[in-house]
């Protein structure tokens, strides 16, 4: 029978040396290698190629663009991160990295080993008592788009979007900016683009979502 190949990387040294201990009781699962730093994410998935990589992504640098680039470069290593923060964005950002795997350090040993063995099945994997709020937070697509999209609005989107939000149409939108309806649609397929919204609507709900945060920094004449 295949045993299940693992590496760890984790900044922790007791945290490491547990892991490190609960894949060496276990029969089914072969350790190749450990790392303790963002670096050895990479290095260790392209050196080993291990069947499950499990990564600590509260550590010092960038630990989900290291992911990211191992979905990219070796494909078959599934990642599973592993960590103490206790936070949907946190998950979020690790499953949207590339992660097929989320699991805390406050569970059981034994999760960890359930983690593994439904990832290397195909699964995706959360920990039992966070799994409701993290598929809560993936399901709340416009919440996920909020931060890339208003970011890089011009003033002009800006204003656009204020006025769709009070239920302005795009004629009205181009009298009231001075501009030809033709204008007005292409700014439409900007925005539409930016909040990765599919119609008008899902524009309108983005922006009524983030305006009191991020709107109000350039008002209509």
């Known amino acids: 029978m295949h045993r299940i ?22 029969a089914d ?44 470069s070796v494909p078959t290593v599934k990642v599973v991160a592993f960590t103490g923060v206790v936070g949907v964005a946190t998950a979020i950002r690790a499953l949207d990295a590339g992660a097929v795997g989320f699991v805390l350090k406050a569970a059981q040993s034994c999760e960890l080993i359930e983690a593994i063995e439904a990832v290397v099945r195909g699964e995706n994997y959360i920990t039992r008592s966070f ?33 769709l939000v ?3 149409t795009n004629k009205e939108i181009a009298a009231r900016l001075k501009l030809s309806d033709k204008t007005v649609k292409h700014y439409m397929t900007i925005l539409m683009q930016k909040m990765n919204a599919r119609n008008r609507l899902e524009v309108v709900v983005a922006a009524q979502k983030m305006q009191d945060s991020n709107f109000g920094a350039h008002t209509l004449n």
């Open 166 to 168: 009070r239920g302005n």
């Open 5 to 26: 190949s693992v590496a760890i990387v984790d900044h922790h040294p007791i945290t490491l040396e547990a892991i490190v201990s609960v894949i060496g009781r276990n």
């Open 29 to 72: 699962l072969e350790l190749l290698g450990t790392g303790s730093a963002v670096p050895d994410i990479l290095q260790l998935a392209t050196d080993c190629k291990p069947d499950i990589l499990i990564v600590e992504v509260g550590m010092p640098g960038n630990a989900f663009e290291a992911i990211t680039s191992v979905v990219s």
């Open 131 to 163: 799994a409701s709020q993290v598929i809560a937070g993936l399901r709340d697509e416009t919440l996920r788009r909020k931060a890339a999209a208003i970011i890089n609005l011009t003033i002009r989107e800006e204003q656009i979007v204020k006025l």
